[in-house]
């Protein structure tokens, strides 16, 4: 039984790396057996079972295909060399080759298939979109001078080079997601094929996890798919999958909680003077009740919110100071409008973050809105100390 070897010179020829430039001349290593006698590293490119060794099989796969450039990870640099030289005992072309960095994890571990959080399946299974995940693919590594990370495929495809940083690149999933909603974003104003499956896979999940506890007064006789549409439609910017995007926007489909719009804290200590005519912001708020059906829209919703708001800021509250004693005076725009419209996305969205307040008040419809206006008074008499 034998093996067949590959000769190579003592010193092998420089090549030109696309990435890392002119590199060479590394010299054959010596391997020195314990009776002291030097041999040299012909690496075995047949084994002594008839079977190829890497080497050999993928200088001939590459050359059967008709490979013109080899772009692979830096690990396989050393390895180049013999491979230039398997070419040249062929009497080969070889094709150009670019060395880039490892992929790693966040712990600067090197990424492998056995990493499941990484397996392209589960990227399917999550919802990501294949042009987003090309996306994001292409740049890891990859200095660009495009001004923006969001590169559609059509603009990868003329603006792509091999200009890749020298070094290792760690992944940020982060960067992902946010490819994520900026195509989410895309597909809802392009209103095609990727909109409506974005909007399928969104009602799917409604009705697999919220079934049971869809507020019927909600879609109020309104054609769900269409109404499912609307929704991904006002948020499309925040879509990362479906499960997620459902869980954010539970309040378009399930009765809500509301919270103590002045729990956190983050509001000063105001307290509504007896004497105004305006007892609460609830009785503030409504002034919504006068907005006829036929202009429940978001134009005139933000008119109404704007009297609102004037109303408040022509009012006098008793302003509780630092060192404890009390100021009398109005809020200013920011403050009135904040305070407001943190009630508003307190009692009908129930504190959760999510669109714009009044498209959803808009898109909830009067009644539904209305009724979960008044629900959420009582939180605010505890907030403003009346």
Wanted: glycine fraction near 6%; hydrophobic fraction near 40%; charge should be neutral.
């Amino acid at each position: 039984m034998h093996v067949v070897r590959l000769r190579v010179p003592d010193i092998y020829p420089k090549y030109n790396d696309l990435v890392y430039g002119s590199v060479g001349n590394p010299a054959r290593r010596s391997l020195v057996f314990k009776h002291g006698e030097p041999a040299y590293e012909d690496p075995i490119l047949l084994k002594s079972d008839g079977l190829p060794t890497y080497h050999l099989a993928n200088v001939i796969d590459d050359h059967l295909m008709d490979i013109t450039h080899v772009i692979r990870g830096v690990e396989w640099m050393p390895s180049t060399p013999k491979h230039l030289i398997i070419y040249k005992a062929f009497g080969w072309q070889p094709p150009l080759f670019a060395h880039v960095g490892l992929l790693l994890d966040e712990n600067r571990q090197k990424l492998s298939k056995r990493n499941l959080d990484i397996d392209i399946l589960k990227f399917k299974k999550d919802g990501i979109f294949p042009e987003a995940l090309v996306n994001y693919v292409a740049l890891l590594g990859w200095s660009h001078s495009l001004g923006t990370d969001f590169i559609p495929l059509k603009d990868l495809m003329q603006n792509f080079d091999l200009k890749f940083t020298k070094g290792n690149t760690i992944l940020n999933l982060g960067k992902l997601n946010y490819l994520q909603r900026r195509y989410a974003a895309e597909y809802a104003k392009e209103d095609g094929a990727n909109f409506q499956k974005m909007v399928d896979e969104v009602l799917a999940c409604v009705e697999d996890t919220r079934k049971d506890r869809i507020d019927l007064d909600i879609i109020d006789g309104r054609d769900m798919k269409q109404y499912v549409a609307a929704v991904v439609r006002l948020d499309a910017k925040q879509y990362v999958s479906a499960k997620d995007f459902v869980l954010r926007n539970r309040f378009f489909f399930v009765p809500v909680e509301q919270t103590n719009p002045h729990s956190n804290g983050d509001f000063p200590d105001w307290k509504l003077n007896e004497e105004q005519d305006i007892r609460t912001m609830a009785s503030v708020a409504c002034q919504l009740k006068n907005v006829p059906l036929s202009n429940w829209t978001s134009s005139h919703l933000k008119e109404e919110a704007t009297g609102i708001v004037d109303k408040i800021c022509r009012t006098n509250y008793e302003r509780h100071l630092p060192d404890g004693e009390k100021k009398h005076s109005p809020m200013s725009v920011k403050e009135a409008t904040g305070l407001f419209n943190r009630w508003l996305r307190s009692s009908i969205m129930g504190g959760l973050p999510g669109p714009s307040m009044l498209d959803t008040m808009a898109l909830l419809g009067r009644e539904v809105t209305l009724g979960r206006l008044y629900g959420g008074g009582k939180y605010l008499s505890e907030g403003v100390h009346v």
